[in-house]
């Protein structure tokens, strides 16, 4: 019978908090937009008339993908983020967690350049909230993946 992998390297000590921050921030711009798409679209504090245009992006036929709203959607990347960003996960010595954390983050930043890619060229408009979302989804790639590569043998 064989052990689970297990990491013997650690992270920046900047990695922890700032990916934490980061996916709490997204948990709460995508509850917002959850909350908004679930009940009306058109209190979104955003522009509605010209390229900036939230309800137009919010509520297009690319705001749900197979019946689930983006938005939630959203919100349960953000939600399984911040538990694998938690200081507990950062300091796992278990493989798989940190394997996990990389995995989850990098699909949300090529689902950031599909939703990108939509506003841009399906909708022709963008949502500063959305806008917001994809902002908070690449930096925690950006922590994450600069974190991995960074990891340090201890001494």
């Known amino acids: 019978m064989s052990s689970p992998a297990r990491v013997t390297v650690s992270a920046p000590r900047w990695a922890g908090p700032t990916s934490l921050v980061l996916a709490v921030l997204g948990v709460a711009v995508s509850a917002y937009l959850t909350v908004e798409h679930y009940s ?14 939230c309800v137009k992006v919010t509520t297009s036929s690319y705001a749900e993908l197979l019946g689930i709203p983006v938005a939630l959607l959203g ?23 940190h394997r996990a ?7 949300g930043a090529v689902f950031v350049l599909y939703l990108v890619w939509v506003e841009l060229f399906r909708v ?32």
């Open 75 to 97: 919100l349960l990347y953000f939600v399984a983020t911040a538990a694998l960003c938690l200081p507990a996960a950062w300091s796992s010595t278990r493989a798989w967690v």
């Open 40 to 53: 009306s679209a058109t209190t979104l504090a955003c522009p509605d008339t010209g390229v900036v245009d």
């Open 124 to 155: 022709d408009a963008i949502c500063l909230w959305c806008t917001a979302v994809h902002v908070l989804a690449v930096a925690l790639f950006a922590v994450v993946a600069l974190a991995s590569a960074l990891r340090e043998a201890p001494a």
């Open 101 to 107: 954390r990389l995995a989850v983050v990098s699909v």
